[in-house]
């Protein structure tokens, strides 16, 4: 895994996922995010919360299948969505409900829902996170691999995790999250049709999986289904357990 050199992708799980990490620059503070592109059967690459795109990774890109679909899959995850279009316009590009409004020069796209497209039917499942005013998601699973994919409904950061800024430190104590996952601050702010944030986050524990890619934070590697049922725990309720 290379978080501080030159960008770049790293194999996840064998021939299935593979991930970077780049640097992002939010609330004041220098934070890494992480885009996950996973293969599907045919060979085409869904391509989840872009990261910036260089000769490196697209080099990468080539040795590994077609890219043919493109997600921003939440309220702060598009910001290299441009750049991959023009590199790759053969793509389709997907898009959380919602953003469009708020980012209206993003390019043509199609937006998201909870049932997947034809293009990854069958082997990634989608639910669009509802019920939140401040932040908005779709959180992914496949099931060839039983790994989870989200953005900001799940962060993990804590004692083991490397070059956290101070001032997210700071909060995370404050806010009760550091070495324990949780939605982010936002989600954790905006919360405004609990019953509606209750069923989504109860139909993504209704899936099968067992490692959990986060935008931010510590991978989950193992046990990922217990770790999204203590983060949600306080909306969901004990039984998520």
Known sequence: MNTHGPLSLWEFVPGRIWLAEYGVRYAAMNLRARTTVV????????VHSPCPLDATVRSQ???????????????????????WMDAYPTAQLWLCPGLRARRPKLPPGQELSDEPPA????????????????VREVVFVDRVSRTLIVTDSVELYGDATPDVPWMLRVWWHLFGMWNRPAPAPEYRLGWCDRKAARQSLQRVLEWDFDRIVLSHGDLVEHDGH???????????????G
Not at 61 to 81: D, K
Not at 119 to 134: A, Y
């Open 119 to 134: 293009g990854w039917r069958g082997e990634l499942d989608q639910v669009v996170i509802r019920g939140n005013r401040l």
């Open 39 to 46: 293969r599907l059967g045919n060979g085409d690459l869904f």
């Open 226 to 240: 217990a770790c999204a049922a203590q983060a949600w725990r306080p909306l969901v309720g004990e039984a998520a």
């Open 61 to 83: 890109l080539a040795g590994i299948g077609r890219v043919a679909y493109v997600v921003a899959p939440g309220t702060y995850h598009h910001l290299h969505v441009a750049a």
